[in-house]
């Protein structure tokens, strides 16, 4: 496994003996799963799945070229750091291409990343051809060439490379973060990223009553100081006890 390592595949790092019997020791994942994220919060945006899953088209199309198949693709197989990012899990079902038994190949990891972006857009996995809805009945806001490549990529025969997947599916939109906060439980939590509040819009009608009343008056350096000082505050006329609760 260690040379078909890749920055979104779950790293290794060695074997531990258990009452189970013996067991993988892996990179930890404490932002859970892309399955348990859809469960909590339903269908992704489109920006959100392009985050979610053109890294692990990346990841695929690194085991195609060193000659390998993940075989397993799917929604609960890929997991999130606290930060957001995914990375494809269960790299144990790959198998080399070439062996007498094989159930994976890279057409087939192809539709398997098809099919899990259909799940990620929708909420529910892609039927037969024969059955299936168009995608574009589903989500009318999706662009036709992303329709067209999610439809072209469930059919083994389309021909479309695990790298010209994610080069696609990249160029539809802008990525956006996914947000944990939805499934996180009370110990993922305090690992998240805090996430700052936008900036208030400015509201037009104060500039366009400070425009209309003019520029701020300037103090006058003539005046006493008692006419500069602003009215006092209406904590200071509390007991200092109250006065530390003033906002």
């Not at 529910?124 to 329709?147: F, Y």
């Not at 021909?159 to 906060?181: C, H, K, V």
Request: glycine share 8%; charged share 20%.
């Amino acid at each position: 496994m260690l040379p078909m390592m890749h920055p979104h595949l779950i790293r290794p790092w060695g074997i531990a003996q258990t009452t189970a019997g013996p067991g993988l020791l892996l990179d930890l994942y404490q932002g859970g799963s892309m399955a348990a994220l859809m469960r909590s919060a339903g269908p992704l945006s489109l920006g959100e799945t392009v985050t979610a899953l053109t890294p692990v088209a990346e990841a695929c199309a690194h085991l195609h070229q060193l000659g390998a198949a993940h075989g397993d693709v799917t929604a609960a197989n890929i997991l999130l750091t606290p930060e957001g990012l995914p990375a494809l899990a269960d790299l144990g079902d790959a198998q080399l291409l070439g062996m007498p038994v094989r159930d994976a190949s890279p057409a087939a990891d192809v539709a398997a990343l098809a099919a899990t972006a259909w799940f990620c857009l929708t909420g529910q996995l892609p039927e037969a051809r024969q059955v299936r809805l168009p995608l574009g009945s589903l989500r009318p806001d999706l662009t036709t060439p992303l329709i067209s490549l999610l439809e072209e990529s469930l059919e083994p025969s389309g021909g479309i490379t695990a790298d010209e997947f994610a080069r696609e599916l990249y160029s539809q939109a802008e990525p956006e973060p996914l947000n944990l906060m939805r499934t996180a439980d009370e110990q993922v939590l305090a690992e998240l990223p805090t996430v700052l509040p936008e900036p208030a819009a400015k509201r037009p009608l104060v500039g366009w009553f400070r425009r209309l009343w003019g520029p701020a008056r300037k103090a006058d350096p003539h005046r006493s100081r008692r006419d500069q000082a602003q009215s006092p505050n209406w904590a200071s006329k509390l007991p200092s006890s109250r006065r530390a609760f003033r906002v």
